[in-house]
Structures are given as C-alpha cells and as structure tokens.
C-alpha cells in the first residue's frame, strides 16, 4: 500500500503488486506517508496536518485531529495503539505521539530547526527519526525524549529503517546512504533536555536547494560573537545581507528571497566569531546553492 503525493489518492495491490487500485482518501490533502499494522488497519498522514485511518483495508478513511497545521512527512505504527507522526512545525521539527490508535495524538517539540522526513522504530520504546540537514534523533523511553545523535553530515535524510536496537540505515541525497551498527553510538547524553550540543560553529546546507524563490539557511553558534550571513553571484557581488548583528549561541534559520534575480548558482558565506577575537571572524565558511526557476 502506498500513497500518491499528486493525486491524494490511495493505491492498494492484493496480487503482490501486479496490479494497483486506487482508493479515496476523502481528505483532498496531499498524503506523505503511509503506515499499516494488518491487511486491515492503517494510517496515512500529508499536508496541513493530515492524519487519516482506516480498519478496512483502505476502503474507508476517517479523518484523525493531530496538533499541527503543517506537514506530516513520516508515520509509524509498533502495534495497533501505539504510533507516532514526524513533520515540521514553526520550522521546527514536530513529533507527534498516539497510544490508543490515533484517538488522541500528544505533540512532542524538541526546539530543533528544520523537519523530519522518516520515524522508524524497533519496540514501543527505541526509535529514530530523521531528516533536515543531515539530522538523526534517537529516544529510548517511546518518544517522551529526543537526543541527537551525530551523522557526520549536512545532507538531507530521507528514510531510516532499523532492523532491530544496534543495526540500521538511514538515506538521503545525492545517493548518501548511513549505517550503524551500535543504535547510533551511545544514548545521547542531551535525551533528558530535548536540545542539541551546540559545541561547534556549523552551516548547514540550505533547503530547498535548488529553490524558487525562495529558500532557509540554517547554521549553529557555539558562543555568543557577532555574525554575519552575507548570499553572493558567481561573479563575487553582493546580492543580499540576511544577517549583520551580535548573536548568542543557539540554532538560527533565515530566509533568502531570490525574488527578482537570475537563475543560476550563488553563494553564502556565514562569518562569525566571539569577542575575544577581535574580529568577530573566528569561523568563516562558505556553501554554494542553485536558484533555478
């Protein structure tokens, strides 16, 4: 079984795959992601905060009430009762949580920019999630906790899937694909916070990317210091100041419009520094990004 993004549609096979059928959804929503426990039981969660169940094998959709307004991109169910539903909220990543089958769904916020594309977990207590800039979160205690864990990469996460607590594969762009075989590394020492270790300077690669016409850049302080976000052409001009200011250490994600400019590559350049420096410029890193319309 699987979802149609364009459609909003349902297509259901009973041959293996031989042939598909489709099914309404009755939401009119745009589904992500689709989740069956039986032949008979099911949730399918998309845009807009969709969630939706069936108990008849697809035949019938009813709609659920989740806590959130934007998209769901990933469901899971460990049995009939208990699932949990990952998306984006306020540009930041939303975890939502259902132990009686979808009748109520408890919203779990770990303040971390960005979204989740994919929840896979092993019982009703170990899963991961992952998505945006190279993001991989871990709970050990069903889902009341977040911590994250190291991917060693900035590239978008698709999927993950574990095949039980220490062994597991996460994918995403530009062909990367993750393994692990030890549940990710030790259980994140930040679980009971729900925050991230802001121990380093970090720029993350922009998303979308390419994008029109806009697109958000993410990037991480360790310290307090001021900093600057500059976007340039191929030609080295200055197109567009986003950030010029002193900021504390944290997480920060801005926007850049290329409303009005050319198709074609750009890039940003995230200076920053604490005041000991002098500067201002202890860290200076650059990324390309693709407008293209």
């Known amino acids: 079984?699987?979802?149609?993004?364009?459609?909003r549609t349902i297509l259901k096979t009973t041959n293996g795959g031989q042939d598909w059928?489709?099914?309404?959804?009755?939401?009119g929503i745009k589904l992500l992601s689709v989740y069956?426990?039986?032949?008979?039981?099911?949730?399918?969660?998309?845009?807009?905060?969709?969630?939706?169940?069936?108990?008849?094998?697809?035949?019938?959709?009813?709609?659920q009430i989740s806590n959130t307004s934007f998209e769901l991109w990933s469901v899971y169910f460990s049995d009939n009762q208990?699932?949990?539903?990952?998306?984006?909220?306020?540009?930041?990543?939303?975890?939502?949580?259902?132990?009686?089958?979808?009748?109520?769904?408890?919203?779990?916020?770990?303040?971390?920019i960005g979204s989740l594309f994919s929840v896979h977990f092993t019982d009703n207590q170990t899963g991961w999630a992952v998505g945006w800039n190279g993001i991989i979160l871990k709970t050990t205690n069903g889902g009341e906790n977040w911590g994250s864990q190291?991917?060693?990469?900035?590239?978008?996460?698709?999927?993950?899937?574990?095949?039980?607590?220490?062994?597991?594969?996460?994918?995403?762009?530009?062909?990367t694909i993750l393994k692990t075989v030890d549940g990710g590394g030790p259980t994140p020492v930040d679980e009971d916070k729900n925050t991230n270790l802001l121990n380093s300077y970090l720029l993350y690669q922009n998303y979308p990317n390419p994008f029109n016409p806009?697109?958000?850049?993410?990037?991480?302080?360790?310290?307090?210091?001021?900093?600057?976000?500059?976007?340039?052409?191929?030609?080295?001009?200055?197109?567009?100041?986003?950030?010029?200011?002193?900021?504390?250490?944290?997480?920060?994600?801005?926007?850049?419009?290329?409303?009005?400019?050319?198709?074609?590559i750009y890039f940003y350049r995230l200076q920053a520094g604490a005041p000991s420096t002098g500067s201002g410029q202890g860290f200076v890193e650059t990324k390309k990004m693709i407008l293209l319309r």
Do not use: C
Request: aromatic share 10%.
């Open 36 to 63: 069956f426990t039986d032949n008979q039981t099911g949730w399918a969660v998309g845009y807009n905060g969709t969630i939706i169940k069936t108990t008849n094998g697809g035949d019938n959709w009813e709609a």
């Open 150 to 175: 190291y991917s060693g990469t900035s590239i978008i996460l698709r999927s993950v899937y574990f095949i039980d607590n220490q062994t597991g594969w996460a994918v995403g762009q530009q062909g």
């Open 82 to 112: 208990t699932g949990w539903a990952v998306g984006e909220d306020l540009g930041k990543v939303s975890i939502e949580k259902t132990t009686n089958g979808g009748e109520e769904w408890i919203s779990f916020n770990s303040g971390i």
């Open 21 to 27: 059928q489709p099914q309404n959804s009755g939401s």
């Open 214 to 264: 806009s697109t958000k850049i993410k990037y991480q302080l360790p310290e307090r210091g001021l900093v600057t976000l500059n976007v340039y052409d191929v030609l080295g001009n200055e197109v567009a100041t986003l950030v010029n200011e002193e900021k504390s250490s944290g997480e920060y994600e801005v926007k850049f419009d290329g409303t009005g400019l050319p198709s074609g």
């Open 1 to 7: 079984m699987g979802g149609d993004f364009i459609n």
